[in-house]
């Protein structure tokens, strides 16, 4: 008799295959940035140096693809005890809005949030997916905060994400913030928010989006804590 396949991995894979085609859209857009600056910069000793570090950066995510991609018939998540504030920081110091020649302004802030249990790779892929987009649509600055908050019997771990960008439409709040291929950027392929979303609920939590046009917007990744952790007293 034929053994059946788990449901949950079809769901897994369905999720890898959202990042990774975001992953390689943005390598594609960064080095497509890269070629547009280099006749008029490549005589900067500045700008070589940023060009190796991004060709390295690069590079290096690209055999992370092919090592992700290689495996993908037994894709399941890794998960194991994290640091939170941790993961944010090492997103924070590799992560550089596409599409624009300087990165706005950051605040930061961590809260003392107890370990949470995840997969490393999926985890660092939603945050940075946040992380990005609110570089790229901020006018000025971007806020990012962990913080602690009680929900019921439980406590949640947030990744808290705010820019001072454009803001979303209500309409498309409503029908397609979540929908994969939907974007309000010219450029934008519109899976970052959708991947980051799957990721989470694979973690037993959710995104939140409040947008206000004209004013911005702010992303909550929402992780709930072990129910042993998350007790108080």
Avoid at 162 to 174: I, K, L, Q, S
């Amino acid at each position: 008799m034929a053994t059946r396949t788990p449901a949950r991995r079809p769901r897994v894979r369905s999720t890898q295959d959202s990042v990774l085609v975001h992953d390689i859209r943005n390598l594609g857009l960064r080095l497509s940035l890269l070629l547009s600056n280099m006749e008029e910069h490549y005589g900067d000793p500045d700008f070589k140096r940023s060009a190796e570090d991004l060709l390295q950066s690069t590079i290096q995510k690209l055999d992370g693809i092919a090592r992700s991609w290689s495996s993908r018939g037994n894709a399941v998540l890794i998960k194991v005890p994290l640091d939170l504030n941790d993961l944010v920081r090492e997103v924070l110091r590799t992560c550089e809005p596409r599409g624009r020649a300087s990165a706005p302004g950051m605040t930061l802030s961590f809260a003392e949030v107890p370990g949470i249990w995840g997969d490393s790779y999926y985890l660092r892929e939603a945050i940075q997916s946040v992380v990005q987009n609110a570089q790229e649509a901020a006018a000025s600055s971007v806020s990012v905060r962990t913080i602690l908050e009680r929900r019921g019997a439980r406590n949640i771990a947030v990744v808290e994400v705010e820019d001072n960008g454009p803001g979303m439409p209500e309409a498309f709040m409503r029908r397609d913030l979540f929908r994969p291929f939907r974007t309000t950027k010219p450029e934008g392929v519109g899976l970052g928010l959708y991947a980051a979303r799957r990721i989470l609920r694979h973690h037993h939590g959710d995104v939140e989006v409040t947008s206000t046009e004209g004013e911005g917007t702010r992303v909550r990744l929402l992780l709930p804590l072990p129910a042993a952790r998350g007790r108080k007293g």
